[in-house]
């Protein structure tokens, strides 16, 4: 590998040049990958279960993705958003009702 600066001769993979130390812009290439995983169908996917409809915000950064793909995961996602908040609120009315049974029991 040829350094982008000076031309001569570094190993594969380095970062810096040992001659004249500039930057072979390696760490820069391997930042931008992982950027773009998040925009990608999985990262997408891994973001909604992780963060919920968060997610479609980088759905919508996304310049990876086809306009097809794009709907899809949008609908996708609003979907699986509304089914979790939804369980969560049956949720959080059965601990309600339960709570409010026990204080009942206490007598307050
Ligand atoms: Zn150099």
Redesign the pocket.
């Known amino acids: 590998m040829q ?6 001769i ?1 190993d594969v993979g380095d970062n810096f ?6 930057n072979q812009n390696n760490n820069k290439i391997v930042n931008k990958n992982q950027n773009d995983f998040w925009k990608s169908e999985l990262g997408i996917i891994i973001l909604t279960l992780i963060m919920g409809p968060i997610s479609l915000f980088y759905l919508y950064k996304s310049n990876t993705i086809s306009e097809e793909s794009k709907k899809k995961l949008f609908i996708g996602i609003l979907f699986f958003s509304l089914v979790v908040f939804f369980i969560l609120f049956l949720s959080f009315r059965i601990l309600f009702r339960y709570y409010i049974q026990i204080f009942k029991e206490i007598g307050y």
């Open positions: 350094c982008k600066n000076c031309s001569k570094i040049c040992r001659f004249c130390g500039s």
